[in-house]
C-alpha cells in the first residue's frame, strides 16, 4: 500500500517502529486493532504516516562510530555503493541495500580515520562529514 495522508498504522505503543497493519483511514482502524489484539495482544493503536517514520528514525538512526579499514573497504565491495563522492576531505558512500524506507548505513573515511553511521537518504544532514570524524576520533581527526 502507498504512503496515503489518510493512513492509519497500527503498532503496539512500546514498539511503533514495527508496522502490524495499514488501514485506509481512522475509521477502519478500530477494526484492524480487534482483529490483531489477539495475536499481538491489548493495547495496539493507530498513528500517522509521520509519527511511524519519527519513530522508525528514533530506533534506526545511530550516531558515527569507528570502524577498521577492512570494515569499510568490505561495506565497499560486497554491493554497489550509492552516492560515492568526496566532500570536506570526507569520502564517502552510501548502501545501495536499505534498513528500511530512506535509511542505510553511511561508511567515510577520512585520511587514516574510518567511520559507519546510520543516515536517512532523504536528509542529507543526518551524513556522515568532517565532524562527525573530528567527535569521534578528536582534533587528530581534523
Known amino acids: ?3 496515503h495522508a489518510n493512513n492509519r498504522i497500527i503498532v503496539n505503543p512500546e514498539r511503533k517502529h514495527r508496522a502490524i497493519d495499514i488501514v485506509d483511514g481512522p475509521d477502519q482502524a478500530p477494526a484492524s486493532i480487534a482483529r490483531h ?15 511511524y517514520f519519527a519513530a522508525e528514525r528514533a530506533v534506526y538512526m545511530t550516531g558515527p562510530s569507528a570502524v577498521t579499514k577492512e570494515d569499510y ?22 548502501m545501495c541495500e536499505r534498513l528500511t524506507g530512506t535509511l542505510t548505513a553511511c561508511y567515510a573515511q577520512q585520511d587514516d580515520n574510518y567511520l559507519h553511521k546510520t543516515v536517512d537518504l532523504s536528509d542529507r544532514s543526518t551524513w556522515i562529514t568532517s565532524a562527525d570524524f573530528v567527535s569521534v576520533f578528536g582534533e587528530r581527526a581534523a
Open 1 to 3: 500500500m502507498k504512503a
Open 37 to 51: 489484539e489477539s495475536e499481538y495482544g491489548p493495547g495496539l493503536i493507530d498513528i500517522s504516516w509521520d509519527e
Open 73 to 94: 573497504h568490505e561495506a565497499l565491495n560486497c554491493l554497489p555503493p550509492d552516492n560515492w563522492e568526496r566532500a570536506d576531505s570526507v569520502e564517502r558512500f552510501t
